[in-house]
């Protein structure tokens, strides 16, 4: 809890933020998805990487605040709420990718892998808050099997 009575979303932020930025730092020459602005400001979100540290900063700690400041007590509410934000991301992604094509992915990357870490992510971003270490251990066996899974080269690393 905050000094105010509040809870302290930081630590969830930094890990969310700190694998974003690592995915765009590290596979930034072999890229699973990357965001296109196509509608408003075409001349200042020019490229991913503006857009992707738009999201990093504004999107993740507001959506970090709303999931865990009303994270449920009772397992059933839970499983619901991490349902309806995992659904709601995947729509958000479905929606930019095959109607607004304000996102695209690559080499192997699909709706089905979002939506597979969107599950992911809201149930480590609860556990990352509880119990940071067991969430951070458990984030890199996921990252290896994607890396795997996904045939990622070692070359592509920037």
Same mark, same amino acid.
């Given at each position: /809890?905050?000094?105010?009575?509040?809870?302290?979303?930081?630590?969830?932020?930094?890990?969310?933020?700190?694998?974003?930025?690592?995915?765009?730092?590290?596979?930034?020459?072999?890229?699973?998805?990357?965001?296109?602005?196509?509608?408003?400001?075409?001349?200042?979100?020019? &490229?991913?990487?503006?857009? !992707?540290?738009?999201?990093?900063?504004?999107?993740?700690? !507001?959506?970090?605040?709303?999931?865990?400041?009303?994270?449920?007590?009772?397992?059933?509410?839970? !499983?619901?709420?991490?349902?309806?934000?995992?659904?709601?991301? !995947?729509?958000?992604?479905?929606?930019?990718?095959?109607?607004?094509?304000?996102? &695209?992915?690559? &080499?192997?990357?699909?709706?089905?892998?979002?939506?597979?870490?969107?599950?992911? /992510?809201?149930?480590?971003?609860?556990?990352?808050?509880?119990?940071?270490?067991?969430?951070?251990?458990?984030?890199?066996?996921?990252?290896?099997?994607?890396?795997?899974?996904? &045939?990622?080269?070692?070359?592509?690393?920037?």
């Amino acid at each position: /809890m905050g000094g105010d009575g509040g809870i302290i979303i930081r630590p969830p932020s930094y890990s969310l933020l700190s694998g974003d930025l690592l995915y765009s730092c590290l596979l930034y020459n072999h890229q699973l998805w990357a965001y296109q602005e196509i509608f408003f400001g075409v001349h200042i979100l020019r &490229n991913d990487l503006i857009i !992707s540290l738009i999201i990093m900063f504004l999107a993740y700690p !507001s959506t970090i605040m709303i999931y865990l400041g009303r994270f449920p007590q009772s397992k059933r509410k839970q !499983s619901f709420w991490i349902a309806f934000w995992f659904f709601l991301y !995947s729509s958000i992604e479905l929606i930019n990718l095959k109607y607004l094509d304000l996102i &695209n992915h690559y &080499n192997g990357w699909n709706i089905w892998w979002s939506v597979l870490f969107n599950i992911f /992510m809201f149930s480590i971003l609860r556990i990352h808050f509880k119990k940071p270490l067991l969430a951070w251990r458990v984030s890199i066996v996921w990252i290896l099997i994607l890396w795997n899974v996904l &045939n990622i080269p070692i070359e592509k690393i920037k």
